[in-house]
């Protein structure tokens, strides 16, 4: 999971579902897909997690597909406050420890 | 209640000058680490301690040294500061080491030499 692409940037209007969608071809049997969310000076907040299939949580929900080599990040009904940097992250097993991949991201960008 | 803390947020220095920014955590939680985020916003980790033990070191210049004087903090300082030291300096914290995606950022300091 360690490469990861997404778009760059997304415009949405409030009310509406905005799917973000990852790629990550190289993902490892033993990796989970995860997002986070930046808003500006701020630090990233975790989002969501999940492994396979679908995952929902009170923020957000995630689509696996079977071959795990895409993800997409659902957020229904976004509202101005949702206008953040979203991250699809991979993640490196060191010798000891988990290093966080951050990429590019996602900057979504939500209008009234 | 603030999870993970920093301080200063902010911090403007000259060139040359050594600099420390301190980082505290009241989540219980056995492993922290550093991120540095760039003008391009990049993100990238620095290091990481387990339980008061250095687990990652990224290529960092040795001018960048952890220290971690208990498992709730994880102070870095840094000597001879140079223009390319600034960004955005995140201190981030975990339950575990191992398979650590959730991980608990702060705030940031912000790191400003001219």
């Known amino acids: 999971l360690a490469k990861t692409t997404q778009p760059i940037s997304m415009d949405s209007y409030e009310g509406q579902e905005v799917n973000i969608t990852c790629s990550h071809n190289?993902?490892?049997?033993?990796?989970?897909i995860t997002w986070y969310q930046q808003f500006p000076s701020q630090g990233p907040r975790f989002i969501i997690q999940?492994?396979?299939t679908k995952v929902t949580n009170e923020v957000a929900s995630l689509f696996i597909p079977a071959d795990r080599k895409s993800s997409t990040l659902s957020l229904p009904r976004v509202s101005l406050s949702d206008t953040a940097v979203y991250y699809c992250?991979?993640?490196?097993?060191?010798?000891?420890?988990?290093?966080?991949?951050f990429g590019k991201g996602t900057t979504l960008s939500v209008s009234s | 209640d603030t999870a993970v803390s920093q301080t200063p947020k902010y911090l403007v220095t000259q060139m040359g000058n050594d600099k420390s920014i301190k980082c505290e955590q009241n989540?219980?939680?056995?492993?922290m680490y550093w991120y540095k985020q760039d003008s391009k916003k990049f993100l990238k980790i620095m290091f990481s301690?387990?339980?008061?033990?250095?687990?990652i070191n990224e290529t960092v210049p040795n001018r960048f040294s952890p220290k971690s004087p208990d498992k709730a903090h994880l102070n870095l300082h840094i000597n001879s500061l140079e223009l390319g030291d600034s960004a955005v300096y995140f201190c981030?914290?975990?339950?575990?080491?191992?398979?650590?995606?959730?991980?608990?950022f702060g705030p940031g300091t912000r790191l400003t030499v001219t």
């Open positions: 981030a914290s975990s339950a575990t080491s191992n398979g650590a995606y959730e991980q608990y």
């Open positions: 190289n993902i490892a049997t033993n990796d989970y």
């Open positions: 999940g492994y396979k």
């Open positions: 992250l991979g993640a490196e097993y060191r010798s000891a420890g988990t290093a966080l991949i």
């Open positions: 989540l219980g939680h056995d492993t």
């Open positions: 301690y387990n339980n008061k033990e250095l687990i």
